[in-house]
């Protein structure tokens, strides 16, 4: 963002590569930065960057995401190029699902299931609807790449390819009281809470009390209907 000086519209959609930006990004006009924050709507990012360039055309809009949230909704780009929505999405690219693999290397040892996925090349494939795409060869190379796809006028997909073994911390792991040990994260078993036996007296008490409060009842009712 330093590089390309936007000042204006950005949706980010959730998962482990995009929460990188959550503390980097900077938004200058209220009603400008769009985000879930985290993993509840995965893939809603580059809707989120549509309507909103639909509802402020004149403002550049930015859609950030992971390659596995992007799939969920790729075929929009039909949608943007049909109806000449020109936002710019930047995908970062590591064949995996990140926050999920976050957690089972932090919590699990690194035993790892269904964790990384095969993608297409997400250039190419904005290519393919019609679109133009980008590929980041090296990082130095982004910000005129993005201010590229900024000038262009139409949808475009960036492509940032990510080392898959360069996540973030998971927040658990973060905690002091956490080890990295499946066992610990198991759900503690509370121990049973000992309460003492009602005494003989007190429950023919509670009898006699239950039995006036029916009577009483039925005094009620036998009065209002009789």
Request: hydrophobic share 30%; proline share 6%.
């Amino acid at each position: 963002q330093r590089q390309m000086c936007i000042r204006d519209s950005l949706s980010m959609d959730a998962g482990g590569c995009v929460a990188y930006g959550y503390d980097r990004l900077q938004c200058y006009q209220p009603r400008t930065f769009f985000s879930s924050l985290d993993l509840g709507c995965i893939g809603w990012g580059y809707g989120i960057a549509l309507g909103a360039k639909i509802g402020k055309p004149d403002c550049p809009v930015v859609s950030i995401n992971g390659d596995g949230g992007y799939l969920f909704h790729a075929r929009e780009i039909a949608t943007a190029v049909q109806h000449d929505i020109p936002v710019v999405s930047i995908v970062m690219n590591n064949n995996a699902w990140g926050s999920e693999k976050v957690y089972q290397r932090d919590l699990y040892q690194g035993r790892y299931v269904g964790a990384d996925i095969t993608n297409p090349r997400f250039d190419k494939l904005a290519k393919l609807f019609g679109g133009d795409g980008y590929y980041i060869e090296h990082p130095d190379s982004i910000g005129d790449t993005i201010a590229k796809a900024l000038a262009s006028g139409n949808p475009s997909v960036i492509e940032i390819p990510v080392d898959p073994e360069q996540l973030p911390a998971s927040a658990q792991s973060q905690h002091p009281n956490t080890k990295t040990t499946p066992q610990n994260h198991t759900r503690q078993q509370k121990k049973p809470t000992t309460t003492k036996h009602k005494t003989k007296k007190n429950t023919t008490q509670q009898k006699k009390q239950k039995i006036q409060k029916k009577k009483k009842i039925n005094k009620r009712i036998n009065k209002k209907y009789n």
